[in-house]
């Protein structure tokens, strides 16, 4: 007689180990934590620097009204006296009242006839004020001043009769101060 084959048991299968070694697993969890960190600071460190090229310069030149003060001097600029007070004196209220203070030195001759071309320089520039320092610059000042009412003008240490034309004393430098700062506001004003 032969003999059947006994049907095997079912065998109840165990818990399911994993085929990776348990020291293994936590190392590669370890791994993986540590590949987030660094992902997460890259990420962090990308729009930081994103965020900094593109972010707005701040402006860096003042923005101006359109009113200008011009200073017209002798041939040494603003380096002499009075001429150095007052552009010193309308830098600083150019910077509050936002009215371009511009400076122009006669070169050459120091005559009349030079300084008109000088001056009517600074009126085709659209200056709304001219202040003249010097004698050749005063006069022609005097001669100038008719002719353009919509420009105020102010001669430094000379009294003058011109209509149009106020004198500055230089002697005083809080009322100079004073003066083109009441200068510069009226120009911005009206520029405003």
Known sequence: MSKKPRPQRL???????????QGQIVTFFAAGRRRWIALG???????????????????????YLDATACLLTDESGVTAEPAATIWTALQDTSAVSRVRAQYLPVNGPQTTVNATVYLNTLVGRRCGAVIAVGQAQVDATADVAGKHPEVRFMVVGTNTNTPGVRALDPASPDTLRAQLNALLKTLANNAA
Do not use: F
């Open 11 to 21: 065998q109840r299968s165990k818990p399911h180990r994993s085929v990776i070694p």
């Open 41 to 63: 600071s890259a990420v962090t460190v990308v729009a930081g620097l994103t965020t900094w090229a593109l972010w707005p310069d701040p402006p860096r030149q003042r923005e």
